[in-house]
């Protein structure tokens, strides 16, 4: 284990394997948390919780302040009050 100030490891938009997961945990001393966000959104869409007893490894976890849906089995779906409206100069 190295020396350093980190409290824990934030791995966004990216799946890794519970091996991965473990080695970097291992590595640092410090939990790996799997979430999810866009920058449409402003933040966080979904996340796993601190505590690695609760994660669920190759998951993006559970909702924060945020309705999510699967839509068609393949579209992502969320409503929240951070969403955007749209792109500049998009036309529909």
Same mark, same amino acid.
């Given at each position: ?5 980190l ?6 938009? @990216? ?9 970097? $945990? =291992?590595?640092?001393?410090?939990? !790996? ?10 933040? !966080?869409? $979904?996340?796993?919780p601190?505590?690695? @007893? ?5 998951? !993006?976890?559970?909702?924060? =302040? #945020?309705?999510? $849906?699967?839509? =068609?089995? #393949?579209?992502?779906?969320?409503? #929240? @009050? ?11």
């Amino acid at each position: 284990m190295i020396e350093h100030s980190l409290r824990l490891i934030r791995s966004v938009s @990216a799946p890794h394997s519970d091996n991965v997961s473990q080695e970097i $945990t =291992n590595h640092f001393g410090v939990p !790996v948390i799997e979430m999810y966000d866009m920058s449409e959104i402003g933040g !966080v869409i $979904t996340s796993n919780p601190p505590c690695q @007893a609760w994660q669920k490894v190759g998951s !993006v976890g559970k909702p924060v =302040n #945020c309705e999510v $849906t699967i839509q =068609n089995s #393949c579209e992502f779906w969320v409503q #929240c @009050a951070r969403l955007f409206r749209g792109y500049q100069n998009e036309s529909l």
